[in-house]
C-alpha cells in the first residue's frame, strides 16, 4: 500500500517537510503556461480562454502565432525538487488587464521566476518594475525562441536594469531538464536571500 503511494506521482514522498510559493511569471506570450506544464510533476490546473477578436489590438502575437489561448487567472502546477522540498508553481496572467490580479499572485509568494523573450524586451520593463516594487525576489529566464536574438549577458542584464545579484539564465519553456536548471536558480537564490534575513 505505502509503496503504491509512493510510486504515484500525485502523492508527495513522505520525507518532503518543505513547501515554497514560487510565482511563473512575465509578460503576454512568454511561456508562463508551457514552463508550468512542463516543470509540473502533476497534471496543472490551467485557467485558458479562447483569444477572440475583441483582443486584436492588445494581444500581441508577433512570433507566436499559433497561439489561440491566453491565461485569464492562473496555472498551478507542482514539482518535488528534492527529497524535502516541494515547490507549488503559480503562473501568472500576463495580460495587463488581470493586473488587480497581483496581490492574490503575491500572497505568501516567495519569490519569483520572470521569463523573458529577447525579441520584446521591452515587454518586460512594467513587470520588472513590479517586482522591484514589491521587493519580491526574482531570478530572470530568458526563454528560447527560433530566431530570436542572441544577447550577451552583459547586454541583457543592462537593458533589464537588473541588480547584480539577480540571476539570469537562459532556458527553453519546453524542455524539462533547462526549465529545471532555471528553478534551481531561483531557489538558490531566495535561499541566499532568506540566510541574509537571519
Ligand atoms: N519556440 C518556442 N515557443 C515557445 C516556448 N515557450 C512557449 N512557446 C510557445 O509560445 C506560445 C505562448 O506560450 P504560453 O505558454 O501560452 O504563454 P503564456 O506566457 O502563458 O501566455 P499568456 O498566459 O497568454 O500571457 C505557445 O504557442 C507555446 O507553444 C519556447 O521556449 N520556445
Ligand atoms: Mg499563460
Not at 493586473?99 to 519569490?111: D, K, T
Not at 531538464?177 to 541574509?196: F, G, K, W, Y
Request: proline share 5%; glycine share 6%; net charge negative.
Amino acid at each position: 500500500m505505502g509503496s503504491a503511494l509512493s510510486s504515484d506521482p500525485a502523492y508527495l514522498p513522505a520525507t518532503v517537510r518543505r513547501a515554497a510559493k514560487i510565482l511563473i511569471t512575465g509578460h503576454f506570450a512568454v511561456g508562463k503556461t508551457t514552463f508550468v506544464r512542463t516543470l509540473s510533476e502533476i497534471e496543472p490546473l490551467r485557467t485558458e480562454e479562447v483569444m477572440t477578436q475583441a483582443g486584436e489590438l492588445v494581444d500581441d502575437l508577433a512570433g507566436v502565432p499559433g497561439k489561440k489561448t491566453t491565461t485569464v487567472a492562473i496555472d498551478f502546477g507542482r514539482r518535488t525538487l528534492s527529497d524535502s522540498l516541494v515547490l507549488y508553481l503559480f503562473g501568472t496572467s500576463g495580460q495587463d488587464r488581470f493586473v488587480h490580479l497581483w496581490e492574490s499572485y503575491a500572497q505568501g509568494a516567495l519569490g519569483a521566476l520572470v521569463l523573458v523573450d529577447p525579441r520584446r524586451l521591452a515587454d518586460s520593463f512594467d513587470m520588472m518594475a513590479r517586482l522591484e516594487e514589491m521587493a519580491l525576489p526574482h531570478a530572470v529566464a530568458v526563454n528560447h525562441f527560433d530566431g530570436a536574438p542572441r544577447y550577451s549577458d552583459d547586454e541583457l542584464r543592462q537593458a533589464l536594469d537588473l541588480l547584480p545579484d539577480t540571476p539570469l539564465v537562459t532556458c527553453d519553456a519546453r524542455d524539462r531538464a533547462s526549465s529545471v536548471r532555471a528553478v534551481i536558480e531561483l531557489v538558490d537564490h531566495l535561499l541566499d536571500h532568506l540566510r541574509e534575513l537571519v
